[in-house]
């Protein structure tokens, strides 16, 4: 990369190292619970979310599995109006950017 600019190599390269590192993680981590996973378009990102609602326990305790598997050790809960929570952990693999994302209702208590 010159003066600053990012190519389009660039961005073919990141992508490549994303995916690469994708399919580690599904291969070595084949039995955690099914997440959907996208290759970002800019830089070696991949990003994951929860497949579809899980009360809030059982996505807590999906995202720890995921924290755990991938050495996430940034985890940040927040509330998301409407009774929902967003959970949000991120870090890196080598030099693959991680994030994984859920949503979640809070059970009556």
């Known amino acids: 990369m010159t003066g600053g600019w990012v190519t389009h190599a660039d961005q073919a390269r990141w992508q490549l190292q994303a995916a690469r590192e994708l399919a580690a993680i599904l291969g070595d981590?084949?039995?955690l619970p099914l997440l959907v996973?996208?290759?970002?378009?800019a830089g070696a990102l991949l990003e994951a979310?929860?497949?579809g609602p899980a009360p809030a326990g059982q996505a807590r305790g999906v995202l720890a599995a995921w924290r755990e598997a991938l050495g996430l050790?940034?985890?940040r809960e927040?509330?998301?109006?409407g009774g929902t929570t967003r959970l949000h952990a991120k870090?890196?693999?080598g030099e693959v950017r991680v994030r994984i994302f859920a949503s979640v209702f809070e059970e009556a208590r």
């Open 37 to 41: 996973w996208t290759v970002a378009a």
């Open 73 to 75: 050790e940034d985890y």
């Open 49 to 51: 979310r929860l497949v």
């Open 78 to 81: 927040w509330p998301g109006g």
């Open 91 to 93: 870090g890196r693999r």
């Open 29 to 31: 981590f084949s039995d």
